[in-house]
């Protein structure tokens, strides 16, 4: 038992009252096809990138603050767009105790020094729950 589910059934992303996420499920298809081919553009895909935090004596539920911030680091660098432009970013944000404080301040330090206007973060978790392996599908498909 990882000890991450809420004990009121809600999960409440970045919220004093999050005790953790509740589970759901979801199908999701991300359909990529060339530009030059599409007869509609919804969204273009500039980059992508991931990591994995090894391993820690923690265990798996607590992330490391220090490699999500290397992550969102690199990959502003690496796709060459400037991390003040973004305006809203949709985050992980499970809702748990050990993860959302850890996120946050990975996003605080890497993405809000010298900002002029709020970074606003959302979490599709608040709506439906944790997909967990469907999760980062269902962020793109909001």
């Known amino acids: 038992m990882l000890g991450v589910l809420s004990a009121d059934g809600y999960c409440k992303p970045y919220d004093v ?7 759901s499920d979801a199908a999701v298809v991300v359909y990529l096809q060339k530009a030059r081919d599409a007869r509609r553009i919804y969204a273009t895909f500039v980059y992508g990138k991931t990591n994995c935090d090894g391993f820690k004596e923690e265990g798996v539920t607590f992330p490391s603050l220090d490699k ?16 003040l432009k973004l305006s809203y970013m949709e985050a992980h944000a ?6 959302d404080p850890v996120e946050l301040q990975a996003i ?6 010298k900002r002029d206007f709020p970074l606003l973060l959302g979490s599709v978790k608040s709506n439906m729950g944790h997909t967990e392996p469907t999760s980062g599908h269902c962020q793109i498909a909001k």
């Open 17 to 23: 009252e999050g005790t953790g996420y509740m589970r």
């Open 68 to 83: 999500q911030k290397m992550l969102l680091e690199e990959f502003y660098d690496d796709c060459g767009i400037s991390h």
């Open 94 to 99: 499970t809702g748990t105790v050990a993860g």
């Open 108 to 113: 605080d330090k890497a993405l809000c020094a």
